[in-house]
């Protein structure tokens, strides 16, 4: 996922730093032990790093799993909106959505498991107002978006949370059942999981086109047919 910016931390984690490190450790950690259960002298022995380089670029644990929560959320918002930019016929930017958030799911699982799962109390209270105002962005513009394709009779007149929930929803069912270890006798393997969510990309991606697109009137076919 692309390495961006966030307004919580002011920082950018470059490839192989000690910041990247000590986030790579805890997620790892995190997502098999849970945060409460996880102590930072666990992250700094799986991270190789000192109580030092800890505490210059994390307040707490609880801080470091809120942030790790809200890059990953922010890159992966980024990313869908890069890829929604990049199309200018309203076809080809639903499908390629419903195929970038499988790819994302693909090249990095574990981010998308703290995503889904990481969300103990503690932590959601703390991400809670840095969440919103991401969601808010983002889903400010998927809804713009809409808005413009639908006045321009691309796709169906419907509440924003319906057209959403056609988009994306069920990539985002579909990348968490595979991602999830709990449905699986073992965590599934990089290579299986990527074949598994390439095979559904067509699939996906013609059920959002077809739920969103809004279809010949009937009385326009006959018309063209009587011609």
Known sequence: MTRTTTASTGHR???GSRREDIAAA???L???RGVAATRVEDILAAAGVSVGSF????????SLAATVYLEHLQRL????????DRHTRTEDAVRGLVVAYLRLAAADP??????????EPTVAEISEGEEARLKQHFYGRLTSWLDERTATGDLRPLPHEH???????PAEQLARAAIDPS??????????LRAHLTRAEPVLADAAWEALRNPPDDNDDQADQAR
């Open 13 to 15: 984690a470059r490839p």
């Open 26 to 28: 805890a997620i790892e």
């Open 30 to 32: 995190f997502l098999d």
């Open 55 to 62: 505490y210059h670029h994390f307040r707490d644990k609880l």
């Open 77 to 84: 918002q980024h990313d869908l909106l890069a890829e929604l």
């Open 110 to 119: 574990r981010a998308m498991r703290y995503l889904a799962q990481c969300r």
């Open 163 to 169: 057209s959403c929930a056609l988009w994306l929803g």
């Open 183 to 192: 449905g699986h006798s073992h965590t599934p393997e990089p290579d299986a």
